[in-house]
């Protein structure tokens, strides 16, 4: 929100009162307390009247800050409120007549005792931040309305990034964007997923710890600041300090909480009915067969909205007309080795039986007069279940119960962003502050039976809407897209800003959501979705099995079922990562490459883990343009090596795309292509490209339940290339020297990836001798250098 026309001036009707000087420090053992007038303090009659912020410094962990600032504290709501880790750290506190100081960790802040106000951030013996002249302060805008403000320098060269699941830019610097969850698409500055954290290149990130709406300038009202602003009495913000983006996602997320790890199943191809298409239990078994005669892999089947009858959602009950023996359906498809996922939303339409039976119990929000709130969006009649009330969360949970015990696996937890303001809740909250909230108790409900009754290793949703906290319930998708190359970069976009909040799991839809792709945007999309933590085909009006499309279809999405199968011992490390450190699964250039100034706006490639880059094709013909970090890297496709630092452009089949390893990586990869969830340990192999001397590195190699099944090493001496098995008894495993072709040991296997030798049973050592290293240096075809 903008309060200023221009530098000097405020906007008309706005009046804005600033703090001016530390004028009264107390410190106590862990804290420190200023009171800040907002006008200049020489004499005792300056003490009157006007404003006076009391700004509270503490600590929560080690290397975060925290700042509150409050204004009239008998007037700030206190329900909801985020929970926030607080291990009440060991500060260092120094005040004299110059300065107050606080240190946790490597970060202090310092607030100067006499005019201008400023307080300044600092570690590693640099400055991070300051709020100065004109920055925290209380404004008031022409009908009234109360605000607290503050503004964070940006040093020259600072970039901005986070701020939740947003569709733009990657860099925010230069955006307006408002922390109000709403449902819009992918094609607006709205977002489904807003989170009030942000990080920079400079070694810091901020977190404002309000649930409500929280208005963001970043670079744009003052081009030199990043301003936040809420309509409250109070404002609290936390300063992270990294350095790295890793090390500042790492401390986030260990204040806000951690992904769960979601079950290896999770990860394999989820097929769709699609939303409005026309479908019944033949259509459903039509497409499984269908897949199954194709040797196409899949996991998961879903079914959208209409498994309820029309006007009722939600109400789950099976459509008896459609679905008449939904048990028996259920069970058939459980016999194939599936998982099946329900589409389920928080609203409840007039026409549902229990629309009437919530409201009598008091289950469903009420306007101030005490009548049900309902409009007629989505549903008509549509009202809201109250998920503040334990009540009505059980009442709701009880629903689910049984279709677990049908044998549902899973539900697909859409809506939660259309919360009404006008409503009176259970426990008292506010409504203002309930407003993105509301989907996180939304689906802690779900997730929480969920894990009730499958148990907390084998649960996970398939979200839309989310707030800070929404990431300790994966997966997350990316919400409704066109079916275009646009969308699927925009859909990319919010995936990689989404990570930068956090989330460490997300998802999109294959060949995106509304219209009917082109054969050419279904192909392409297919492979960037395999190459995603999670992958779903599915659409609005039409169906999104591939052979609808062309019988190409089916070739690339088995090829890249295939792969994601195989590459299920490093992805699936990635996700325990994710859930052990809050580092996501796809990760944004700069998150894993920050000291590389290239990478600092790449929004149209990521890395997969550590060490994995795909740059997705975004055009029917093939051409695509990417960037490669320092080094030479691998084409894990076809071997080849690519040089880097700099740019590429390459064209590429449908069945091919940019997908790179990372210099000196082993990558863990699987003997099964046919399914997600395996024992990755069992015949393991080891894939190691192009150890340079003196390299050492450890690979773990997850069980399904995220623990070690296996440790080894990986290292190179000389000439000699060693793994060890550390941890762990695989009855087969193997080492692959990628792009190497002549290498001496008794059981080489040459093969066109490279020398491969598998361990005798029971041995815990292979050690490869390398002679003439033939290293590709390749040009595709049509490739040139950018």
């Known amino acids: ?60 962990m080690p290397d975060v800050i925290r700042v509150r600032a409050v204004h009239f504290a008998g007037s700030v709501p206190t329900a909801p409120a985020f929970a926030v880790r607080d291990d009440d750290p060991e500060v260092k506190i120094a005040v004299d007549g110059e300065e107050a100081a606080l240190t946790s960790g490597g970060l202090t802040v310092r607030v100067r005792r006499d005019a201008p106000w400023e307080m300044t951030f600092s570690a590693d013996g640099r400055e991070l931040t300051r709020s100065g002249g004109k920055s925290l302060g209380v404004m008031h805008d022409p009908d009234a309305r109360h605000f607290m403000v503050e503004q964070l320098r940006l040093s020259a060269g600072e970039l901005v990034y986070g701020l939740g699941e947003r569709f733009g830019a990657l860099v925010r610097n230069g955006q307006s964007v408002d922390i109000w969850n709403e449902d819009g698409g992918t094609s607006s500055e709205i977002a489904y997923k807003n989170v009030p954290f942000y990080l920079t290149n400079r070694g810091y990130g901020v977190f404002v710890n309000h649930p409500g709406r929280v208005s963001f300038e970043v670079g744009s009202e ?40 979601p079950p290896a199943w999770s990860f394999g191809l989820w097929l769709s009915t699609s939303f409005t298409t026309d479908y019944d239990e033949a259509t459903v078994t039509s497409f499984v067969d269908g897949m199954a005669e194709r040797d196409l892999p899949l996991s998961v089947f879903h079914f959208d909205c209409f498994w309820m009858r029309q006007f009722r959602w939600c109400d789950f009950e099976w459509d008896p ?25 928080p609203y409840i339409g007039q026409a549902s039986a229990l629309f009437e039976e919530g409201a009598a119990a008091g289950h469903l929000l009420r306007r101030p007069d005490g009548t049900v709130w309902q409009d007629d969006h989505w549903q008509a009649g549509r009202a809201l279940v109250d998920f503040t009330s334990p009540a009505a969360r059980e009442w709701y949970a009880g629903k689910l119960r049984g279709l677990l015990d049908m044998g549902v696996d899973a539900f697909k937890t859409d809506f939660g962003e259309r919360i009404p303001t006008d409503v009176l809740y259970a426990d008292g909250s506010d409504p203002e502050r309930m407003h993105n909230y509301y989907s996180l108790i939304y689906n802690q409900t779900v997730h929480d039976v969920l894990a009730e009754r499958r ?5 996970v949703l398939f979200a839309r809407s989310a707030t800070v906290g929404g990431q300790r319930l994966p997966v997350h998708w990316g919400g409704d897209c066109e079916s275009t190359f646009e969308a699927m970069a925009e859909s990319l976009r919010g995936g990689l800003s989404l990570g930068m909040a956090g989330f460490g799991f997300w998802s999109h839809d294959i060949g995106g959501f509304e219209g009917r792709p082109d054969p050419a945007v279904f192909k392409r999309w297919v492979a960037f979705g395999l190459l995603s933590s999670h992958s779903r085909l599915h659409g609005s009006r039409s169906y999104r099995v591939p052979w609808l499309f062309d019988e190409e279809s089916v070739d690339v999405l088995r090829s890249f079922t295939r792969l994601k199968a195989r590459l299920m011992p490093y992805l699936y490390g990635a996700a325990v990562q994710a859930a052990a450190e809050g580092i996501p699964v796809m990760r944004a250039m700069q998150l894993e490459f920050p000291a590389d100034r290239a990478c600092d706006h790449l929004d149209a490639q990521y890395m997969l883990g550590p060490d994995l880059l795909v740059a997705p094709v975004l055009s029917a013909g093939g051409d ?18 690519v040089s880097g630092p700099g740019w590429r452009t390459e064209r590429h089949g449908f069945e091919s795309l940019p997908l790179l390893v990372r210099p000196g990586a082993v990558i863990a990869t699987g003997a099964r292509e046919d399914r997600p969830d395996y024992d990755y340990a069992d015949g393991v192999t080891l894939n190691a490209y192009r150890p340079a001397d003196g390299d050492r590195r450890e690979v773990t190699v997850p069980g399904r339940d995220g623990t070690a099944a296996a440790v080894f090493e990986v290292s190179r001496t000389g000439d000699r290339v060693r793994a060890r098995r550390l941890e762990g008894v695989p009855a087969v495993w193997s080492l692959l020297l990628a792009g190497v072709h002549d290498a001496r040991h008794p059981q080489a296997q040459p093969t066109p990836d490279g020398v491969r030798v598998t361990a005798d049973p029971g041995a815990g050592e292979i050690e490869i001798t390398l002679h003439d290293p033939v290293r590709r240096t390749g040009t595709a075809a049509e490739e040139q250098h950018a």
């Not at 913000?237 to 500042?248: E, K, N, S, T, W």
């Not at 008449?324 to 016999?335: A, S």
């Not at 148990?455 to 649960?459: E, I, N, Q, S, Y």
């Open 1 to 60: 929100m903008k309060f200023k026309d221009g530098y000097w001036r405020m906007r008309p009707g706005v009046r804005g009162d600033y703090a001016t000087a530390a004028y009264d420090v107390t410190a106590d053992a862990g804290s420190l307390r200023v009171l800040a007038p907002t006008r200049e303090i020489t004499r005792r009659g300056n003490t009157i009247d006007g404003p006076v912020l009391r700004v509270d410094l503490s600590s929560p």
């Open 222 to 261: 003052t081009v030199s600041r990043v301003q936040f602003s809420v309509e409250s009495h109070d404002l609290e913000y936390l300063i992270i300090h990294g350095p790295a983006p890793a090390d500042i996602l790492r401390r986030y997320t260990a204040l806000t909480g951690r992904p769960a790890l």
């Open 321 to 345: 007309e459609v679905f008449p023996d939904p048990e028996g359906m259920l069970r058939r498809l459980k016999e194939r080795g599936l998982k099946v996922c329900l589409w389920i939303n």
């Open 455 to 459: 148990g907390a290793g084998d649960t």
């Open 624 to 641: 695509v343009s990417y960037y490669v970090p320092e080094g030479v890297w691998t084409r894990l496709l076809d071997g080849e090596t």
